[in-house]
Antibody
Framework: EVQLVESGGGLVQPGGSLRLSCAASEFTFRNYWMSWVRQAPGKGLEWVAN????????GYADSVKGRFTISRDNAKSSLYLQMNSLRAEDTAVYYC????????????WGQGTLVTVSS | DIQMTQSPSSLSASVGDRVTITCRTS??????LNWYQQKPGKAPKLLIYAASNLQSGVPSRFSGSGSGTDFTLTITGLQPEDFATYYC?????????FGQGTRLEIK
Protein backbone atom coordinates (compact mmCIF):
# COMPACT_ATOMS: atom_id res chain seq x y z
CA GLU A 1 0.00 0.00 0.00
CA VAL A 2 1.27 3.48 -0.91
CA GLN A 3 2.65 5.41 2.05
CA LEU A 4 3.01 9.20 2.09
CA VAL A 5 4.11 10.78 5.37
CA GLU A 6 4.29 14.56 5.68
CA SER A 7 6.35 16.41 8.28
CA GLY A 8 7.65 19.88 9.03
CA GLY A 9 4.46 21.68 9.92
CA GLY A 10 4.14 23.97 12.91
CA LEU A 11 3.58 27.50 14.13
CA VAL A 12 5.35 30.29 12.26
CA GLN A 13 5.05 34.07 12.36
CA PRO A 14 3.76 36.06 9.38
CA GLY A 15 6.61 36.68 6.97
CA GLY A 16 8.43 33.59 8.15
CA SER A 17 9.50 30.43 6.34
CA LEU A 18 8.88 26.73 6.70
CA ARG A 19 9.92 23.63 4.76
CA LEU A 20 7.56 20.69 4.49
CA SER A 21 8.71 17.18 3.62
CA CYS A 22 6.86 14.13 2.37
CA ALA A 23 8.44 10.69 2.62
CA ALA A 24 7.12 8.23 0.06
CA SER A 25 7.28 4.45 0.11
CA GLU A 26 5.70 1.31 -1.31
CA PHE A 27 5.68 2.64 -4.87
CA THR A 28 8.25 3.75 -7.46
CA PHE A 29 8.45 7.43 -6.53
CA ARG A 30 10.49 8.50 -9.56
CA ASN A 31 7.71 7.34 -11.91
CA TYR A 32 5.09 9.76 -10.59
CA TRP A 33 4.33 13.42 -10.69
CA MET A 34 3.70 14.62 -7.14
CA SER A 35 1.59 17.44 -5.72
CA TRP A 36 0.80 19.47 -2.64
CA VAL A 37 -2.82 20.22 -1.77
CA ARG A 38 -3.92 22.25 1.24
CA GLN A 39 -7.06 22.72 3.29
CA ALA A 40 -7.65 25.73 5.52
CA PRO A 41 -9.52 25.00 8.77
CA GLY A 42 -13.17 24.27 8.01
CA LYS A 43 -12.67 25.00 4.29
CA GLY A 44 -12.37 23.08 1.04
CA LEU A 45 -9.39 21.67 -0.82
CA GLU A 46 -6.97 23.88 -2.73
CA TRP A 47 -4.28 22.62 -5.09
CA VAL A 48 -0.92 24.28 -4.30
CA ALA A 49 1.81 22.90 -6.58
CA ASN A 50 2.97 19.93 -8.61
CA UNK A 51 6.25 18.62 -9.99
CA UNK A 52 7.15 16.28 -12.82
CA UNK A 53 8.94 12.98 -12.29
CA UNK A 54 12.42 14.40 -12.98
CA UNK A 55 11.71 17.85 -11.52
CA UNK A 56 11.93 19.53 -14.93
CA UNK A 57 8.39 20.92 -14.82
CA UNK A 58 6.61 22.61 -11.94
CA GLY A 59 3.27 24.31 -11.55
CA TYR A 60 1.90 26.59 -8.86
CA ALA A 61 -1.40 28.08 -7.81
CA ASP A 62 -1.52 31.85 -8.25
CA SER A 63 -1.98 32.22 -4.49
CA VAL A 64 1.51 30.84 -3.77
CA LYS A 65 3.45 31.66 -6.94
CA GLY A 66 6.73 33.42 -6.15
CA ARG A 67 6.58 32.45 -2.46
CA PHE A 68 6.50 28.65 -2.46
CA THR A 69 8.91 26.24 -4.18
CA ILE A 70 8.23 22.57 -4.79
CA SER A 71 11.15 20.17 -5.19
CA ARG A 72 11.92 16.47 -4.94
CA ASP A 73 14.79 14.05 -4.31
CA ASN A 74 14.13 10.81 -6.14
CA ALA A 75 17.12 9.10 -4.49
CA LYS A 76 15.42 9.68 -1.13
CA SER A 77 11.83 9.22 -2.40
CA SER A 78 11.00 12.57 -0.89
CA LEU A 79 8.95 15.60 -1.85
CA TYR A 80 9.43 19.07 -0.41
CA LEU A 81 7.63 22.39 -0.20
CA GLN A 82 9.66 25.46 0.73
CA MET A 83 7.27 28.15 1.95
CA ASN A 84 8.52 31.73 2.27
CA SER A 85 6.82 35.03 3.10
CA LEU A 86 4.07 33.16 4.88
CA ARG A 87 0.71 34.83 5.46
CA ALA A 88 -2.16 34.12 7.80
CA GLU A 89 -4.16 32.81 4.85
CA ASP A 90 -1.56 30.07 4.31
CA THR A 91 -2.74 28.44 7.54
CA ALA A 92 -3.91 24.98 6.52
CA VAL A 93 -3.32 21.27 6.60
CA TYR A 94 -0.90 20.48 3.77
CA TYR A 95 -1.25 17.12 2.03
CA CYS A 96 1.18 15.54 -0.38
CA UNK A 97 -0.48 13.50 -3.08
CA UNK A 98 0.54 11.05 -5.74
CA UNK A 99 -0.47 12.33 -9.17
CA UNK A 100 -0.19 10.68 -12.57
CA UNK A 101 0.14 13.98 -14.41
CA UNK A 102 -2.06 16.05 -16.67
CA UNK A 103 -5.68 14.99 -16.99
CA UNK A 104 -5.43 12.51 -14.13
CA UNK A 105 -6.38 12.17 -10.51
CA UNK A 106 -4.78 12.37 -7.06
CA UNK A 107 -4.48 8.67 -6.48
CA UNK A 108 -3.12 8.53 -2.92
CA TRP A 109 -2.74 11.10 -0.15
CA GLY A 110 -0.69 11.51 2.99
CA GLN A 111 -2.26 12.22 6.36
CA GLY A 112 -1.33 15.90 6.22
CA THR A 113 0.72 18.31 8.32
CA LEU A 114 -0.71 21.46 9.91
CA VAL A 115 0.88 24.84 9.22
CA THR A 116 -0.29 27.74 11.39
CA VAL A 117 0.78 31.27 10.52
CA SER A 118 0.16 33.56 13.45
CA SER A 119 1.90 36.10 15.63
CA ASP B 1 -9.13 29.41 -14.71
CA ILE B 2 -11.96 26.91 -14.82
CA GLN B 3 -14.75 27.65 -12.36
CA MET B 4 -16.39 24.75 -10.54
CA THR B 5 -19.90 24.86 -9.12
CA GLN B 6 -20.75 21.94 -6.88
CA SER B 7 -24.27 21.47 -5.53
CA PRO B 8 -25.83 21.16 -3.12
CA SER B 9 -23.40 22.47 -0.50
CA SER B 10 -25.09 20.24 2.08
CA LEU B 11 -27.52 17.39 1.97
CA SER B 12 -29.44 15.38 4.56
CA ALA B 13 -30.36 11.80 3.77
CA SER B 14 -31.19 8.50 5.42
CA VAL B 15 -29.50 5.12 5.31
CA GLY B 16 -30.67 3.33 2.19
CA ASP B 17 -31.43 6.51 0.22
CA ARG B 18 -30.16 7.34 -3.23
CA VAL B 19 -28.38 10.69 -3.45
CA THR B 20 -26.95 12.71 -6.30
CA ILE B 21 -24.31 15.43 -6.15
CA THR B 22 -23.69 17.68 -9.14
CA CYS B 23 -20.60 19.44 -10.39
CA ARG B 24 -20.72 22.00 -13.19
CA THR B 25 -17.70 23.58 -14.87
CA SER B 26 -17.39 26.94 -16.61
CA UNK B 27 -16.02 25.33 -19.77
CA UNK B 28 -15.83 21.86 -21.23
CA UNK B 29 -13.39 19.57 -19.48
CA UNK B 30 -14.31 16.51 -21.55
CA UNK B 31 -14.26 13.64 -19.04
CA UNK B 32 -11.48 14.96 -16.80
CA LEU B 33 -13.45 15.09 -13.58
CA ASN B 34 -12.70 13.19 -10.39
CA TRP B 35 -14.61 12.67 -7.13
CA TYR B 36 -13.23 12.36 -3.60
CA GLN B 37 -14.68 11.51 -0.19
CA GLN B 38 -13.32 13.11 2.96
CA LYS B 39 -14.18 12.24 6.54
CA PRO B 40 -13.42 14.59 9.45
CA GLY B 41 -9.74 14.69 10.33
CA LYS B 42 -8.81 12.39 7.44
CA ALA B 43 -7.21 12.82 4.04
CA PRO B 44 -9.43 12.77 0.95
CA LYS B 45 -9.98 9.42 -0.73
CA LEU B 46 -10.34 8.96 -4.49
CA LEU B 47 -13.72 7.47 -5.45
CA ILE B 48 -14.23 8.09 -9.17
CA TYR B 49 -11.76 9.15 -11.84
CA ALA B 50 -12.28 10.31 -15.42
CA ALA B 51 -15.95 10.99 -14.70
CA SER B 52 -17.18 7.42 -14.46
CA ASN B 53 -14.39 5.02 -13.50
CA LEU B 54 -14.64 3.44 -10.06
CA GLN B 55 -11.35 3.45 -8.16
CA SER B 56 -10.18 0.03 -7.05
CA GLY B 57 -11.65 -0.97 -3.71
CA VAL B 58 -14.50 1.54 -3.79
CA PRO B 59 -17.97 0.00 -3.33
CA SER B 60 -20.13 -0.29 -6.41
CA ARG B 61 -22.91 1.79 -4.83
CA PHE B 62 -20.83 4.79 -5.91
CA SER B 63 -21.09 5.81 -9.55
CA GLY B 64 -20.21 8.81 -11.67
CA SER B 65 -21.44 10.15 -14.97
CA GLY B 66 -21.22 13.13 -17.25
CA SER B 67 -18.98 14.84 -19.76
CA GLY B 68 -18.33 18.33 -21.02
CA THR B 69 -19.54 20.67 -18.29
CA ASP B 70 -22.03 18.63 -16.25
CA PHE B 71 -21.17 15.75 -13.95
CA THR B 72 -22.88 13.75 -11.22
CA LEU B 73 -21.85 11.50 -8.36
CA THR B 74 -24.57 9.07 -7.30
CA ILE B 75 -24.64 6.93 -4.18
CA THR B 76 -27.27 4.20 -4.37
CA GLY B 77 -28.24 2.70 -1.04
CA LEU B 78 -26.49 4.99 1.46
CA GLN B 79 -24.53 3.26 4.20
CA PRO B 80 -23.63 4.76 7.59
CA GLU B 81 -19.98 5.07 6.56
CA ASP B 82 -20.92 7.23 3.55
CA PHE B 83 -21.76 10.29 5.61
CA ALA B 84 -18.86 12.57 4.77
CA THR B 85 -17.91 15.51 2.56
CA TYR B 86 -17.54 14.99 -1.18
CA TYR B 87 -15.44 17.04 -3.59
CA CYS B 88 -15.22 17.14 -7.35
CA UNK B 89 -11.93 18.09 -9.03
CA UNK B 90 -11.13 18.96 -12.62
CA UNK B 91 -7.87 17.73 -14.12
CA UNK B 92 -8.27 19.29 -17.55
CA UNK B 93 -6.35 22.50 -16.91
CA UNK B 94 -2.81 23.16 -15.70
CA UNK B 95 -4.21 24.92 -12.61
CA UNK B 96 -6.19 22.20 -10.89
CA UNK B 97 -9.47 23.23 -9.27
CA PHE B 98 -11.70 21.57 -6.69
CA GLY B 99 -15.38 22.10 -6.15
CA GLN B 100 -16.54 23.71 -2.92
CA GLY B 101 -17.64 20.41 -1.39
CA THR B 102 -20.93 18.76 -0.44
CA ARG B 103 -21.47 17.78 3.16
CA LEU B 104 -23.67 14.68 3.39
CA GLU B 105 -25.37 14.39 6.76
CA ILE B 106 -27.61 11.84 8.39
CA LYS B 107 -31.31 12.81 8.46
Amino acid sequence: EVQLVESGGGLVQPGGSLRLSCAASEFTFRNYWMSWVRQAPGKGLEWVANIKQDGSEKGYADSVKGRFTISRDNAKSSLYLQMNSLRAEDTAVYYCAQWRGAQSEFESWGQGTLVTVSS
Amino acid sequence: DIQMTQSPSSLSASVGDRVTITCRTSQSIMIYLNWYQQKPGKAPKLLIYAASNLQSGVPSRFSGSGSGTDFTLTITGLQPEDFATYYCQESYSATITFGQGTRLEIK
